[in-house]
């Protein structure tokens, strides 16, 4: 059943090349575990202000897969070289990172302007994102009141989809031609109001937050889910709070959602 679950789930993602791209033939089959990990591109890196260049630690991640036999990559992901010391907070059930501090950037997302990938350059809750770099701040989020409440303001206006995570854990992401303090925690409003500029709705751009998976011992590495999900797991250098050690708090981001892409419910 498993197995007929994830056959259909591909079929679906082939289809959809077809359908939203225009393509004459379907692209072979793009699994999760197809996938792969690669340097990033110094070339794209130096695209961004100095800055904001010199905060990142240059050994960023691409993601790559081979789309209809065409090597095609599907994003860029560099985190910061050092973040923030914790905030003070109290320990929540359904929150994983309590030790980031909201509002702050862990790192920046590219996507490229490849055709190839367009169905994956979609949020968390299926926005689709244009091509270019975002910042992406640390955010918790109650989902059944923060989007939800958002989403009822637009009349007559309803997300593609409503997935959830068990979680609070994101990262709102915002262009970096809007995002002028990338030095600072934003507050949540403040955060908020930017990804609505990134998807030009009342719903910000969101990549959820997993939990990381034990299994996998090295980082930064890639997580295939039997889902479609694909996960990258990363480690950053975090400021001791109060004349504290450093330490390096591992991160998990969800980068590949295809069932979502397709608005699978």
């Not at 991640?61 to 081979?66: N, P």
């Not at 359904?94 to 980031?100: E, H, I, K, N």
């Not at 302007?113 to 299926?126: I, P, S």
Request: net charge neutral; charged share 25%; hydrophobic share 40%.
């Amino acid at each position: 059943m498993e197995q007929e679950r994830s056959t259909a789930l591909w079929l679906r993602v082939a289809l959809g090349f077809v359908v939203a791209g225009g393509l004459a033939a379907a692209p072979s089959a793009v699994r999760a575990q197809d996938f792969r990990l690669e340097a990033a591109s110094t070339e794209t890196l130096r695209s961004l202000s100095k800055p904001l260049r010199d905060s990142l630690d240059p050994q960023g991640m691409r993601l790559v897969a081979s789309v209809n036999e065409v090597k095609t990559t599907i994003c860029e992901l560099w985190w910061k070289k050092e973040i923030e010391a914790p905030g003070a907070g109290h320990k929540l059930a359904d929150v994983l990172y309590g030790g980031l501090r909201p509002g702050s950037v862990i790192g920046v997302l590219y996507y490229p302007n490849e055709a190839q990938a367009e169905l994956f350059r979609r949020d968390f809750r299926n926005q689709v994102m244009e091509p270019g770099f975002y910042t992406m701040r640390y955010a918790q989020i109650k989902q059944d009141k923060d989007l939800v409440e958002i989403r009822g303001k637009d009349k007559g206006e309803q997300d593609d989809d409503m997935r959830v995570s068990p979680y609070r854990d994101f990262v709102v992401l915002t262009s970096v031609r809007n995002d002028a303090h990338v030095d600072r925690a934003l507050s949540f409003d403040e955060m908020f109001r930017q990804g609505r500029l990134t998807t030009k709705s009342k719903n910000p751009a969101i990549l959820s937050l997993v939990r990381i998976n034990p299994a996998y011992k090295n980082f930064p590495t890639l997580v295939p889910e039997d889902s479609g999900d694909c996960s990258l797991q990363f480690k950053v250098r975090q400021k001791g709070a109060k004349g504290a050690k450093e330490t390096e708090v591992p991160v998990a981001v969800l980068l590949i959602t295809p069932h979502i892409s397709l608005g699978e419910s």
